[in-house]
């Protein structure tokens, strides 16, 4: 079945940086579009960043935009997410999100994973 | 403040039917854009429940049915049961921030 497996969040100060990871299973990664999608804490759901299937096409929210990267490498089944920057209010539990469409531009995001916790404090 | 608007909160008796609004603009539903429902139950992942405006995904029960209008869309619940009280998001997307939105997200109460 479809499985995907966030890591790599924990606790960092403020300006420093933090790489998540998600591993997925089940689908063929390299055909679909992907997503972060970030939560704070008793809030609700914030679109952070997506990537197209070939990795040739991203696009960031703009309170991410500049310190953020989104990748991914097909060959590992790996999305990422690199945060730069951080500031109190990204901590957040960020979920990777599947797409439905190969450039996830106006589709939803049909599977999700269990979500990482960044936490950014002093 | 969201892009998309939703009501904070609904609530119905079991049984009854209960309806979710999201309110966009012309850059987003009223731009023609899809927009896609999510149920997230306490303390786990959001759940796709509706995409393309009014399609369910295998395995999501016909009580759930969505629609839209114009620059709005909505979600109806029919048949409330408890297990459904959680909180509901749309989705779609905006030209003009050139990515994905959501609503503010709304809580459904089972009474």
């Known amino acids: 079945q479809v499985q995907l497996v966030g890591s790599g969040g924990g606790v960092v100060q403020p300006g420093r940086s933090l790489r998540l990871s998600c591993v997925v299973s089940?689908?063929?990664?390299?055909?679909?579009?992907m997503h972060w999608v970030r939560q704070a804490p008793g809030k609700g759901l914030e679109w952070v960043a997506v990537?197209?299937?070939?990795?040739?096409?991203?696009y960031y929210a703009d309170s991410v935009k500049g310190r953020f990267t989104i990748s991914r490498d097909n060959s590992k089944n790996t999305l990422y997410l690199q945060m730069n920057s951080l500031r109190a209010e990204d901590t957040a539990l960020y979920y990777c999100a599947k797409d439905t469409t190969i450039f996830g531009v106006a589709s939803g995001f049909d599977y999700w994973g269990q979500g990482t916790l960044v936490t950014v404090s002093s | 403040q969201s892009v998309l608007t939703q009501p904070p909160s609904v609530s119905g008796a079991p049984g009854q039917r209960v309806t979710i609004s999201c309110t966009g603009s012309?850059?987003?539903?009223?731009?023609?854009?899809?927009v896609h429902w999510y149920q997230q139950l306490p303390g786990t992942a959001p759940k796709l429940l509706i995409y393309?405006?009014?399609n369910r995904p295998s395995g999501v029960p016909d009580r759930f049915s969505g629609s839209k209008s114009g620059t709005s869309a909505s979600l109806a619940i029919t048949g409330l049961q408890a297990e459904d009280e959680a909180d509901y998001y749309c989705?779609?997307?905006?030209?003009?921030?050139?990515?994905?939105?959501f609503g503010g997200g709304t809580k459904l109460t089972v009474l």
């Open positions: 089940g689908f063929t990664f390299s055909n679909y579009a």
């Open positions: 989705q779609s997307y905006d030209n003009s921030l050139s990515g994905s939105v």
């Open positions: 393309g405006n009014s």
């Open positions: 990537i197209s299937y070939d990795g040739s096409n991203k």
């Open positions: 012309s850059s987003n539903i009223g731009a023609g854009y899809d």
